[in-house]
């Protein structure tokens, strides 16, 4: 924590962190009282608790059991078909995922999840039959297009298009960006939970 306040004191102050280790870190053992306690029901100062799983599973220096240590399930009826537009179509899948990746796409199957969204141009990921790439009705090879990213991303059409934004700017902050979907999800349950648990005298300003 030192290291990084020193070399991004703007970004990191002193007063972020005072309180970080304040709450038990292992996310089980959390408590609505530990963040009553901490000061999360502050009306001026709504909390969002963010948390995950540990990341041993899916480091690489760790034990690579990847998600299935979770028993995470496969997403249904979902595959990458539904972002390409007209006369695209996603590589066939010639191997079965291997930790640490979620293991969702299988040899014989529909492709369900690409690779990566990396934002450097050239990925191996994108390269030609690389399990990223496209394949157009011409036979030739493509990256996912900024409109495609948006779609699997879960942005509306069109998010990152502005007057003077390239393609490829596009592609990049859209390899630099979060998953909406995994944003919404969090947000609805912080919304959830702040309905259920802000005091009575706490008014409707606090969301």
């Not at 709450?23 to 963010?50: E, Y």
């Not at 998010?159 to 609805?188: F, I």
Request: one cysteine or more; a neutral charge.
């Amino acid at each position: 924590m030192q290291q990084l306040m020193a070399l991004y004191p703007l970004l990191l102050p002193a007063s972020a962190i005072q309180n970080a280790f304040s709450l038990p870190q292992d996310i089980r053992q959390l408590t609505t009282s530990d963040l009553i306690t901490a000061g999360a029901t502050a009306p001026k100062h709504p909390w969002l608790v963010v948390a995950g799983w540990p990341c041993q599973d899916l480091s690489l220096a760790g034990t690579g059991a990847g998600l299935q240590a979770a028993q995470v399930p496969r997403p249904a009826n979902r595959t990458v078909s539904i972002a390409l537009g007209p006369g695209r179509y996603p590589q066939q899948v010639q191997y079965v995922d291997r930790p640490p990746r979620y293991c969702c796409n299988k040899p014989g199957e529909p492709m369900t999840a690409w690779p990566t969204f990396m934002a450097h141009p050239g990925s191996y990921a994108f390269r030609p039959g690389q399990p990223g790439s496209v394949t157009t009705s011409t036979g030739e090879y493509d990256q996912p297009t900024a409109a495609e990213r948006e779609f699997a991303l879960g942005y509306a059409n069109g998010s990152t298009a502005a007057p003077g934004v390239s393609e490829q700017q596009r592609r990049t902050a859209l390899g630099e960006c979060m998953d909406s979907h995994c944003m919404q999800c969090l947000y609805a349950i912080t919304r959830a939970w702040w309905r259920a648990e802000c005091p009575q005298q706490c008014s409707s300003a606090c969301m």
